[in-house]
C-alpha cells in the first residue's frame, strides 16, 4: 500500500547550522510531495512542495529535493533558526487520489541557540 | 485574509455523546479535507469534499463518522456516540481546487476530547 514515512524521528541542530530532514515515499505513483511545519498546538504550515517532474525546488531558506529513483525527498533548511523548531511532515500524493495526501510520521526539529 | 478556521478549538464530550467539528475554508476555496491525528502520529486522511459532493470518503471510519459540505455554510464532521478512541486532534484543510497541483491549507484543528 501506499505510505509516506521519515528516517530520523528526532533531530537537533545549534542555531546557524543547516538542517536536512529526509523521508521516504513508497508508492511510485505519487506525482506531489510538499512540506509541513507543525508547531505545538497549532495545524501544519505549508512551507514548500515539489512536483515529480522536478528534483529540487528552492524556496526562502529552505530546499526540496526529490530522488525518484530511489522514491526519497528531503528538506534542506539553511542558518535554521529557534524558531524554526517544530514537526516537519512530509505529504505525498498519488495521481489517482487527488485528494488525499499521505503524511509520514514527522521529524522532531530542535535547534538550540 | 482569513485562513482557514475551525470551530471549537477543544471540545470535551462524554462516552456515547455527540461532536460536531465545523470547518470554513479560506475564502474562495471550494474543496475541503478533513484529518486526524493522532498523540505522536501523522495526519490521517479521512474525506474530501467539495460543495455538497462527497468526493472521496476511503479514510473514514464505516460507523459513527459522517462529513458535509452544505452549499452555505461551514462544513460539518460529526462523530456520533463517542468513544475514548476518538479523542485526537481533527483537522481540516482547503484548496481553491483540487487535481493539478494544488496546496492543501489547513486550519488550527478542533482537539477532541472524549472523557
Known amino acids: 500500500g501506499e505510505s509516506v514515512g521519515l528516517h530520523l524521528p528526532t533531530l537537533s541542530v545549534q542555531e546557524g547550522d543547516n538542517s536536512i530532514i529526509n523521508c521516504a515515499y513508497s508508492n511510485s505513483a505519487s506525482d506531489y510531495f510538499i512540506w509541513y511545519k507543525q508547531e505545538s498546538g497549532k495545524g501544519p504550515q505549508f512551507i514548500i512542495d515539489i512536483r515529480s517532474n522536478m528534483d529540487k525546488r528552492q524556496g526562502q531558506r529552505v530546499t526540496v529535493l526529490l530522488n525518484k529513483t530511489v522514491k526519497h525527498l528531503s528538506l534542506q533548511i539553511a542558518a535554521t533558526q529557534p524558531g524554526d523548531s517544530a514537526v516537519y511532515f512530509c505529504a505525498g500524493r498519488a495521481g489517482t487520489s487527488y485528494g488525499k495526501l499521505t503524511f509520514g510520521q514527522g521529524t522532531i526539529l530542535t535547534v538550540h541557540p | 485574509n482569513a485562513g482557514v478556521m475551525q470551530n471549537p478549538r477543544h471540545l470535551v464530550r462524554r462516552r456515547g455523546q455527540e461532536a460536531r467539528l465545523r470547518c470554513s475554508p479560506m475564502?474562495?476555496?471550494?474543496?475541503v479535507y478533513w484529518y486526524r491525528q493522532l498523540p505522536e502520529e501523522g495526519l490521517k486522511f479521512m474525506v474530501y469534499l467539495q460543495k455538497e459532493n462527497i468526493i472521496d470518503e476511503s479514510g473514514m471510519p464505516k460507523e459513527r463518522f459522517s462529513a458535509e459540505f452544505p452549499k452555505e455554510g461551514p462544513s460539518i464532521l460529526r462523530i456520533q456516540q463517542v468513544v475514548r478512541g476518538d479523542s485526537a486532534a481533527y483537522f481540516c484543510?482547503?484548496?481553491?481546487?483540487?487535481?493539478?497541483?494544488?496546496?492543501?491549507?489547513f486550519g488550527p484543528g478542533t482537539r477532541l476530547l472524549v472523557l
Open positions: 484543510a482547503s484548496s481553491p481546487k483540487s487535481g493539478g497541483w494544488e496546496t492543501q491549507y
Open positions: 475564502k474562495g476555496h471550494s474543496h
